[in-house]
């Protein structure tokens, strides 16, 4: 069966059907010209917006509709959880091509509606219309957050230090295996390819963070360790040294780089998609946060280098030499 046979209405029924997982600030969801919602009393509202297109950032032999609608609202998760806010409300788009079986679909809404109800998150309407060629999913997310909350890429200062809220480098191998069609032989591969196709956006981490004292900047990890801290250095005009014997790098990176040859400082620094967070605490803090980070969710905070005034971003090697870190290009050290 195609969209078609059944119509946008027809597939409007077909889908809404658990959207709703947090009814009591809903007015009116899927069903009428607009959704209607109530937003907590003196927070301000997030709201963010990622679009998904066919051949640009998935493949459809790649992956499953599950996967993909999984990952496409995780990825507008994790920015909210950059900001330290809680997800509310989601508004899901898609264009949808001709041949595009409706099964596929249902499997789509599938992920995103296992993902929602796991943070709490309402699918509160969105649009569905045709495409000439490929497969087009937008989705946009609210969030809400006190206001003297908000963790900004512009708030570090020189002196901090720089966390991450778990390990960089997986989703890019798992990326490695799926393009290169390697099969996961391994329990160790297998974690890879699931932490590329369902990533695991850090909410509940982002709202520790937030009410934590000294905690002063704050991304998520999309495009990759050097990239994204870039972001935070350009905007707080600040620099950066991190330690490459400080970086949490996972068992399963560990064994798929000695297996293929690969170096897995350099995954951790230049591998994307993680969606962990990435951020500074004023140094006389940084301990005190990681305790009560590993108290509160069983893993460390990990504590990866400092902010520094003087511009640019340098690490410091397993040899004790530095080397300055570009961002995307960090390859060529
Ligand atoms: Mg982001």
């Keep these: 069966m195609k969209l078609k046979d059944i119509g946008e209405f027809g597939f409007i029924d077909r889908i809404g059907e658990g959207c709703l997982v947090r009814r009591r600030d809903v007015v009116q969801a899927i069903g009428d010209d607009a959704a209607a919602f109530r937003t907590p009393d003196g927070e301000v509202t997030l709201l963010t917006a990622d679009m998904l297109v066919e051949r640009v950032h998935f493949l459809l032999n790649k992956t499953t509709g599950f996967q993909l609608g999984y990952k496409a609202l995780a990825v507008n998760l994790s920015d909210i959880a950059a900001m330290g806010g809680a997800a509310r409300e989601a508004f899901v788009s898609i264009a949808v091509p001709e041949d595009c079986p409706l099964e596929f679909l249902d499997d789509l809404y599938e992920g995103m509606r ?43 200062r020189p002196g901090d230090s720089i966390f991450v809220t778990g390990c960089l480098g997986d989703s890019k191998a798992g990326l490695h295996l799926i393009l290169n069609d390697i099969e996961a032989d ?117 504590l990866i280098g400092e902010i520094t005034e003087s511009k640019g971003m340098v690490m410091a090697r397993l040899n004790g030499q530095e080397e300055t870190i570009r961002p995307s290009s960090w390859e060529h050290f």
């Design 114 to 156: 296992a993902l929602a109800e796991k943070y709490d998150v309402n699918i509160l309407g969105g649009d569905t219309t045709g495409s000439r060629a490929d497969l087009v999913i937008n989705i946009s997310v609210t969030g809400s957050i006190p206001e003297d909350q908000i963790l900004l890429r512009s708030g570090a």
């Design 186 to 302: 391994s329990p160790e591969l297998q974690a890879l390819i699931t932490a590329h196709n369902l990533p695991e956006p850090h909410l509940r981490e982002g709202r520790f963070l937030a009410r934590a004292d000294g905690v002063h900047a704050a991304i998520d990890v999309s495009d990759g360790l050097s990239s994204d801290l870039g972001h935070i250095l350009k905007r707080s005009g600040v620099g950066a040294r991190i330690y490459e014997e400080r970086l949490p790098i996972t068992d399963p990176l560990k064994h798929f780089c000695e297996r293929f040859g690969f170096n897995s400082a350099e995954y951790a620094v230049s591998g994307g998609e993680d969606y962990v967070l990435l951020g500074t605490v004023s140094s006389d803090r940084s301990k005190e946060t990681a305790r009560q980070f590993l108290s509160r969710f069983k893993r460390p905070l990990f």
